[in-house]
């Protein structure tokens, strides 16, 4: 029987996605709604119940007891399939902080074109968390040293990552007594691929001990590298005004959406659009300039530094292309998909590969080289302008949101106190008082097994009336950003009276966007100032906060999460989970979920655990955030203690007689 096809209602709740699934469907073209449609699952491979790691398989464990033709028992090849997917997260995510690094040097060499260092102070800032020399010292020359420091931590052998420092002491204290102090990712990668080769490390825990091993190799190592690199080359993020979701692209310009993860590019492709010989170029074809949009984490990184609006997130990439308006898709490296290439065929999009690790059949490849990056953001973008004549009918939805995106760990510690005094200190006292209940880190992609943006979204917004403060980085930032949730006025009507009082006091939307995935890192950073600040513990475990990827799909998804658990945080993945076994049918199919939850919850204080249903999420969410505050001696958060807030109250009261105001204003009593 064939499976029931979904209406573009069912297939996404944002109204922009919906029209551009109608025109699919008009026009009789696939997208990943309908193929998902298409295709079950499976679900033996869907619950980690199948090994295919050597040729006497592939092996599919679906009875009690059953093992596979080398004895492999449901536990081991669950624990294998996971730490090979957190190995694969781990490696493209570090690999990105790689990448920055080997700018960084290029830049203080004087061997980058058209890149300078944006933010020398957080440069020297972070160069003296290393002991760098930075008194009297050119800022290349800082660069270069800090360059050479971190390309250094990729392949170290032995010893410990460097950036591990930046964690609470305590944590570094727990990652050493359990053993799982990074050498550097490279190293602990390939150990994670040697161990789960045919006939090696066969203990489903001793094997879950070195993803966490390598995923903190990555999150502490290798994405945090990234975060403190983008910022120092091309600027810590600082709220900017900016729009999101298919209607910023533009019948009056050429469109060039760019798309991936790195920003060296895309920076580059912003500043090149903006040259008067560019802008010739596009008027010459009858456009009125260049447009530039961004979708997933590209879009991110470039709307939270330049304001570039951001045309969608993961699962809009090919509705992007379906407005029949967009000249070049340029692409990088992550969460690209391969029926672009296909899909852009029926109109005139051209599909540019950019990076040397990524090329797609059928796609333009013109690669990049940071050594001449204006040149070559120039050359993709006079391909795009070539391309404007060939332009179709389009069809593009007059739907966008604007946004405050920019809510680096610097900027919200200067917000919360002043650039004399800036602090933390406002937001634990906030918590500690009840105003905030808690943080909740709402992050992670889409996924077209569920219906696009939703979760993320309900989840969200159930939180802020329950007055948890939301940060969020990804594809779930810009869902967010679609609803008009990260503006500041636009939200607060939404959410709990303590939260929107601490918003409206500090001028802040209650949903900070912090950025792209690699980005999780400024998390890791805002939850150890937190820590530092003082009165809410003394690590990150101890803090009422809790990390959500209701839409995850990617393996970057689960090193993020594994790094997250393991710096202290509950981490809740929404959809299908690779370990979920099937306890009712086979008993010791859940040892891993359990592990990963209780086990892991024993040894770092943190736990990852996978729930399907969102009001459950929501429910783990607040038992946990209340469990946190209890355990610290927090007064019970009580939801209307609050009242209403400070400029209701206000407005409320400049109606009232002046005795009447005063006693309320002052506690001074009637005459
Ligand atoms: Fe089967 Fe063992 Fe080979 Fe896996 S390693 S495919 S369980 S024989
Ligand atoms: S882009 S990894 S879909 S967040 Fe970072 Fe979005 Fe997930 Fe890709």
Not at 30 to 47: E, L, Q, V, Y
Not at 410 to 415: D, H, K, P, V
Not at 613 to 629: N, S, V, W, Y
Request: with cysteine.
């Amino acid at each position: 029987m064939a499976r029931k096809r979904k209406t573009p209602e069912q297939h996404s709740i944002d109204p922009a996605a919906q029209q551009m699934l109608i025109r699919a469907d008009e026009l009789g073209i696939g997208t990943a709604f309908t193929r998902a449609d298409a295709m079950a699952p499976c679900n033996i491979g869907s619950a980690g119940m199948c090994c295919k790691i050597c040729g006497m398989g592939p092996c599919r464990l679906t009875k009690d007891g059953q093992t596979g033709i080398c004895g492999a028992t449901i536990d081991t090849i669950q624990a294998r399939n996971l730490i090979r997917a957190i190995s694969a997260g781990a490696a493209a995510h570090s690999d990105h902080g790689r990448d920055m690094a080997f700018t960084l040097k290029a830049v203080a060499n004087d061997e980058a074109e058209g890149y300078i260092i944006r933010d020398v102070a957080k440069l020297r800032t972070i160069a003296k968390l290393y002991d760098i020399p930075i008194e009297g010292r050119a800022p290349k020359e800082i660069a270069n040293d800090l360059a050479d420091l971190y390309i250094a931590q990729f392949g170290q052998q032995k010893g410990e990552i460097a950036l591990l420092k930046r964690a609470p002491a305590k944590r570094q204290k727990v990652w050493k007594d359990t053993g799982v102090v990074p050498r550097g990712v490279d190293r602990e990668v390939v150990e994670a691929l040697h161990r789960t080769h045919i006939g090696d490390d066969q203990d489903p825990e001793h094997i879950l001990q070195h993803a966490v091993r390598l995923a903190i190799g990555d999150g502490w190592g290798g994405s945090l590298i990234a975060t403190d690199i983008s910022d120092i080359l091309f600027g810590t993020p600082a709220p900017v005004l900016g729009q999101a979701n298919l209607g910023v692209l533009k019948e009056n310009m050429v469109n060039v959406v760019v798309h991936g993860h790195e920003p060296t590019l895309s920076e580059m492709i912003v500043a090149a659009s903006q040259t008067p010989e560019i802008i010739a170029y596009a008027k010459e074809a009858g456009a009125d300039g260049v447009n530039l949009s961004g979708i997933c984490c590209t879009a991110n990184e470039i709307l939270m530094r330049q304001g570039i609006p951001a045309a969608g997130n993961f699962l809009q990439q090919e509705l992007a292309i379906l407005t029949g308006s967009v000249e070049a898709m340029v692409v990088d490296v992550q969460c690209i998909m391969q029926a672009l290439v296909g899909l852009a065929e029926n109109f005139h999009t051209k599909i540019i590969t950019t990076s040397p690790k990524v090329k797609i059949k059928g796609a333009t490849h013109i690669q990049f080289d940071e050594h001449h990056a204006l040149t070559i953001a120039k050359n993709i973008l006079r391909e795009a302008i070539d391309n404007y004549k060939n332009r179709g009918e389009t069809q593009i939805p007059d739907v966008r949101e604007d946004l405050i995106p920019g809510f680096s760990h610097e900027y919200i510690n200067y917000m919360l106190g002043g650039s004399y005094r800036s602090s933390f200190r406002p937001l634990n006292d906030a918590i500690m008082s009840g105003r905030i209940r808690g943080v909740a880190a709402i992050v992670g992609c889409n996924n077209p097994r569920s219906q696009h943006d939703y979760l993320h979204t309900h989840v969200t917004k159930e939180l802020l009336k329950q007055d948890v403060l939301i940060v969020e980085t990804g594809c779930g930032a810009i869902a967010s950003a679609k609803l008009g949730l990260l503006l500041g006025e636009a939200g607060l009507d939404q959410v709990g009276p303590g939260l929107r009082e601490v918003c409206e006091t500090v001028g802040i939307p209650p949903v900070l966007h912090m950025g792209s995935c690699v980005d999780n890192s400024r998390i890791l950073t805002v939850l150890t100032q937190v820590v530092e600040e003082g009165g809410l513990g003394d690590d990150i475990d101890q803090v009422p906060a809790v990390g959500l990827a209701p839409e995850w799909m990617s393996e970057k998804a689960l090193s993020i999460g594994t790094y997250c658990m393991a710096s202290g945080a509950y981490v809740i993945f929404g959809g299908s989970s690779p370990v979920s076994g099937m306890p009712d049918r086979m008993e010791d199919s859940d040892i891993v979920a359990n592990y990963i939850s209780k086990g892991w919850e024993e040894l770092y204080g943190g736990k990852m655990e996978f729930i399907l249903d969102p009001d459950e999420m929501i429910q783990a969410t607040l038992d946990h955030i209340d469990k946190k505050r209890a355990a610290l001696g927090l007064p019970e958060y009580v939801p209307d203690k609050y009242g209403r807030s400070g400029d209701a109250r206000m407005l409320e009261m400049e109606e009232l007689p002046w005795a009447e105001r005063r006693e309320a204003l002052y506690g001074v009593a009637a005459d």
